[in-house]
C-alpha cells in the first residue's frame, strides 16, 4: 500500500491540479466567454443617457434627493456601490424604530440614524402626505443590499404630487409616466411588481426635459 | 401571503422534484457505473487529470485510506488558501492593491472555505483580490462540493455493496471521486450556469470598479468582478460565500426574479438527485424517494412557517402607519418581495449553502428561528452537497435502532445488521454537534469578547451568538449578520468550531461506511421492519425532529421564542 511520502505527494498534485482548474482556467475562461458573448451585461449593465453619458448601472440603485425625481428606499450605505449590506436590526430594535441622534462627545463620527418614524415623517413632509396617511413599507425600510434598484409602484406612485409640483407639469402626466415604468412579474409570475428607479427617473427626463445634468 | 407567493413556491418545488431523477441518474452513472458519460472527451480529461496527480490505474481504498487521503487533501487546501489571502499584496489579480489579509481572518477564511461553510467575517468589496477569490476561494467551492459528494459515496456504498470474497472490499478511491465530481459535475454544470447568468445580468470581469456619475450628478463606484463564475459554483456546490458583502441580495449576483429562481434550484438540484442516486446504489429506488419524502415534509413546513411569518408586518413599525399587506421588507429586495426571500432563506439553511438574498438578522422572530432551526436539525433536509445524504443516512441508522428497540429484534437496514459500533458511531456524529454549539455559544454569551460584537440587544442578541455557532457547525455560513465576526475571538473560535463541525462529523460517517461495508446481507424475514414507504418515513422526520428540538429547544426558548412575545408585545430594546 501507499507510503506516507507517497499519500502527501498524490495529495500535493491534486492540490495543484484542482486549483490550476478550478480556480484559474475556469474563471478565466468564462471572463472569457462572458466579454465575448455578453459584454454589456458582463461589465455592469450600464445605461447611458441620451446624450451618451454613463449614468449608472439598470442594475444598482442611486442616491435621489432632487424634487424631481423618484427616490429610492433608504439605504444602509447610502447607496454607495463600493459596499454593499443592510442595517440588520431587528424587529425589536429600537434603533430600527426611533432612530439614534448623532453623539456630540464623538464629533469625528456621525451616529445619527433614522428611524422607521423618521422616515415616515420625512417621506409624508416631502410628499406633503397628511399626518396620518399611510406609508409604503418600503419608504421605511433599508434593502438587504443597500443597492435595491427599485422602488414598490406605490411608493413611486406616492411621489407622483411632488414630482409634478417640482417640475410644474399636470400630476397625471407624471403618474402615467411612472405607471408606464411598472415591471411586470418575470414570466408573469416569478417575483413581485416593482419600478426600476433610475429608469422611471430618465423617462421623467425625457418626457419633462432634464434638469439637473446639462 | 399571497397566491403568487404560493404559486412561486409551489414552481420551485415542481422543478425539484422534475430535476431529482434525471440529475439523480446521471450522477449514478458518473460515480457508480461501468461506463461514464461522453468517454471520448470526458474520460480522456478525468484520466488526463488523474495522470496529473500521480494515479495510473487508482485502487479501491478502506475507508481509514480514504479518510487519511481526505483529510490530507483538504488540509493543503485550508493551507493553500491561507497562504494566497497573506500574499494576496504581491500576487496578481490585484486591481485594487489590496494588502495581505490579517493572519486570524485568513485561518477563519481559509476553514471556513475548506470546509464548505463560506462564514464570512470579512467584507469582500475591500479584503479579497481578484484572485482570492477565484483561486482561494472559488477554488474550495469545487474540491469541498466534490469531497462532501466522496463521503457521501462511501457512507452509500458501505450500506448497499456486497463484502467481496476476502470481506473487505473498498469503499472507492477518493481521488477517482473528486475528479469524477469536478470532470462531469460541477466543472461543466458551473460553466454553463455562469453564462446563464452573465446573460441575466451578473457581472463577469477582471476589473474591480467602475465609476460613474449618477443622474444627479454624484459619484458612484460599482463594484465589480469575477463573479458570476463563482456564483454558480457557490450556490451549485452549496457553498454560499457571497463575492459581495450582500451575498445572492446584491443586484450584481442575483440580478432579477428569474435567477433567484435559478440560484435556489441550485442549491438543491444535487442534493435532492442524490436521494435518487442513492435509490440506484441500493438497487431500489424507493429507499431513496422514502428519503426525498421525508426531507420533503420537512421543507414545507419549515418555508411554510417561514413565509407566516415574514408576511406578517415588522413589529418595531407598529403604530407608525406603515401599509402592513406587503409584510416584513426591512434587510428584503423589492424583486424578491417577502415569498422568495422566505423561500431563499429556508432552501439555504435546509441545505448547507449559507448564500442569502435577504438579511436573517431583521426577519421576524419566528421567520429567522427557521433558519436556526433547519440547521440544528443537522442540514439533513436535502442537506449540502453529499453531506446532506451522509446525514440523514446516520439519522436512518438511527431510526431502524429505534424501531429496531421497539419491536425487540435486532435492527437491519437493507438487510445489513445495525450493531453497537455504528450505533456508537452514530450517536457520536450526532453528539459533537450540539456540544460545539450549545458549549460554545454558552462561552460567547458570559464573555466580554463574545458580547461586545453583537448587533443586537437582549435575546435578539443571544439569538446572535447562537446563530454563528449553528452556522458554523453546521457548515452553512449564513448569518444574523449584524454580528461583528471579525475580531481574533471570533475568527479563531469559529474557525474552530467550522473545522470540528465538518471532520469530527465526516470521520465518523466514513467509519459508519466502512463498518457496514464488512456485513453481509441477509433475506428479510417477517420481523423485518421495512424502511420503504410512509411509516418509516414518518418515523424518520420523527426522530430528527426529536433529536433536534430536544437538543435547541432551550437555547432557542431563550432567545427568537422570547424575541417573539417581546415584538407582539411592541417592545423594544
Known amino acids: 500500500m501507499t507510503t506516507t511520502g507517497t499519500t502527501l505527494l498524490v495529495a500535493l498534485r491534486a492540490t495543484l491540479v484542482t486549483l490550476v482548474l478550478t480556480g484559474l482556467l475556469y474563471p478565466l475562461a468564462i471572463t472569457g466567454a462572458a466579454q465575448l458573448g455578453f459584454s454589456d451585461r458582463a461589465n455592469g449593465s450600464l445605461v447611458v443617457d441620451p446624450h451618451g453619458q454613463e449614468v449608472g448601472s439598470e442594475l444598482i440603485g442611486q442616491a435621489f434627493t432632487a424634487g424631481v425625481y423618484v427616490h429610492g428606499r433608504p439605504s444602509a450605505n447610502g447607496y454607495d456601490a463600493s459596499s454593499s449590506g443592510g442595517t440588520n436590526l431587528s424587529t425589536t430594535s429600537a434603533k430600527l424604530r426611533d432612530g439614534t441622534a448623532d453623539d456630540p462627545a464623538t464629533p469625528e463620527v456621525d451616529e445619527s440614524f433614522a428611524g422607521a418614524r423618521q422616515l415616515a415623517e420625512a417621506f409624508r413632509r416631502d410628499n406633503e402626505l397628511a399626518a396620518d396617511a399611510e406609508v409604503p413599507v418600503d419608504a421605511v425600510t433599508r434593502s438587504a443590499s443597500g443597492l435595491d434598484p427599485h422602488v414598490s409602484p406605490e411608493m413611486a406612485l406616492a411621489q407622483a404630487p411632488r414630482i409634478a409640483a417640482a417640475r410644474r407639469v399636470d400630476v397625471t402626466r407624471v403618474a402615467a409616466v411612472i405607471r408606464e415604468q411598472v415591471l411586470g412579474r418575470e414570466l408573469g409570475l416569478l417575483g413581485e411588481e416593482r419600478v426600476n428607479v433610475l429608469a422611471v427617473n430618465l423617462a421623467l427626463d425625457r418626457m419633462f426635459g432634464a434638469t439637473i445634468r446639462p | ?573
Open chain 2, 1 to 573: 401571503m399571497t397566491a403568487s407567493g404560493w404559486l412561486q413556491i409551489a414552481v420551485f418545488v415542481l422543478v425539484i422534484f422534475a430535476l431529482t431523477r434525471p440529475l439523480g441518474a446521471y450522477l449514478h452513472r458518473v460515480f457508480e457505473g461501468d461506463r461514464q458519460p461522453l468517454p471520448r472527451v470526458l474520460g480522456r480529461v478525468e484520466r488526463g487529470l488523474l495522470r496529473l496527480c500521480g494515479l495510473r490505474a487508482p485502487a479501491e481504498q478502506t475507508w481509514v485510506q480514504y479518510a487519511v487521503s481526505m483529510l490530507v487533501f483538504s488540509v493543503l487546501g485550508l493551507l493553500v488558501t491561507y497562504v494566497i489571502q497573506r500574499a494576496q499584496g504581491v500576487l496578481p489579480l490585484n486591481p485594487q492593491h489590496l494588502a495581505g489579509v490579517p493572519a486570524p481572518l485568513a485561518f477563519n477564511t481559509a476553514s471556513s472555505f475548506a470546509t464548505n461553510t463560506n462564514w464570512q467575517a470579512y467584507v469582500p468589496e475591500t479584503t479579497m483580490s481578484n484572485l482570492t477569490q477565484m483561486a482561494g476561494l472559488a477554488w474550495h467551492n469545487f474540491t469541498s462540493a466534490a469531497v462532501g459528494i466522496g463521503v457521501a459515496l462511501v457512507v452509500a456504498r458501505g450500506l448497499t455493496r456486497q463484502p467481496g470474497p476476502d470481506g473487505n472490499r473498498g469503499v472507492g478511491n477518493f481521488y477517482v471521486d473528486l475528479i469524477r465530481g469536478l470532470v462531469y459535475v460541477l466543472v461543466p454544470m458551473s460553466a454553463v450556469v455562469a453564462l446563464v447568468l452573465v446573460s441575466q445580468g451578473v457581472v463577469q470581469t477582471l476589473d474591480a470598479s467602475h465609476a460613474v456619475t449618477t443622474l444627479e450628478g454624484g459619484k458612484q463606484v460599482l463594484a465589480l468582478g469575477p463573479v458570476a463564475s463563482q456564483e454558480a459554483i457557490k450556490m451549485l456546490g452549496t457553498n454560499g460565500g457571497g463575492f459581495f458583502n450582500a451575498n445572492s441580495a446584491h443586484p450584481f449576483e442575483n440580478p432579477s426574479a428569474l435567477t433567484n429562481l435559478l440560484e435556489m434550484v441550485l442549491i438543491f438540484a444535487i442534493p435532492a438527485a442524490l436521494t435518487y442516486t442513492y435509490g440506484r446504489m441500493a438497487r431500489d429506488q424507493r429507499q431513496g424517494w422514502v428519503l426525498f419524502a421525508a426531507m420533503s415534509v420537512l421543507f414545507l413546513a419549515g418555508v411554510a412557517v417561514c413565509y407566516w411569518a415574514e408576511a406578517h408586518p415588522n413589529a418595531a413599525l407598529h403604530d407608525l402607519q406603515i401599509a402592513s399587506a406587503p409584510g416584513n421588507l426591512e434587510g428584503k429586495e423589492v424583486r424578491f418581495g417577502v415569498a422568495n426571500s422566505a423561500l431563499f432563506a429556508t432552501v439555504t439553511t435546509d441545505a448547507s449553502c449559507g448564500a442569502v438574498n435577504a438579511m436573517h438578522d431583521s426577519f421576524t422572530p419566528l421567520g429567522g428561528m427557521v433558519p436556526m432551526v433547519n440547521i440544528s436539525l443537522g442540514e439533513v433536509v436535502f442537506g449540502g452537497v453529499g453531506a446532506g445524504l451522509y446525514g440523514i443516512l446516520v439519522f436512518v441508522v438511527l431510526t431502524v435502532f429505534i424501531a429496531g428497540l421497539m419491536v425487540g429484534r435486532t435492527p437491519e437496514y437493507l438487510g445489513k445488521k445495525i450493531e453497537g459500533r455504528e450505533m456508537k458511531l452514530a450517536m457520536l456524529y450526532i453528539l459533537v454537534f450540539p456540544l460545539i454549539i450549545l458549549g460554545l455559544t454558552a462561552w460567547a454569551a458570559v464573555a466580554s469578547y463574545g458580547t461586545s460584537s453583537l448587533n443586537n440587544a437582549g435575546p435578539h442578541g443571544l439569538s446572535e451568538l447562537l446563530y454563528a455557532f449553528i452556522s458554523g457547525a453546521g457548515n452553512n455560513g449564513s448569518a444574523f449578520a449584524g454580528l461583528n465576526a471579525n475580531t481574533d475571538w471570533w475568527n479563531v473560535v469559529l474557525g474552530l468550531t467550522m473545522l470540528a463541525g465538518r471532520f469530527l462529523m465526516i470521520v465518523p460517517a466514513l467509519a459508519i461506511g466502512g463498518a457496514m461495508l464488512r456485513k453481509k446481507t441477509v433475506i428479510p424475514g417477517p420481523g423485518t421492519f421495512p424502511t420503504t414507504g410512509w411509516l418509516f418515513a414518518a418515523l424518520l422526520v420523527a426522530v430528527i425532529v426529536i433529536v433536534g428540538a430536544l437538543t435547541f429547544f432551550p437555547a432557542l426558548s431563550l432567545g427568537p421564542v422570547v424575541e417573539h412575545f417581546q415584538a407582539q408585545h411592541g417592545e423594544v430594546m
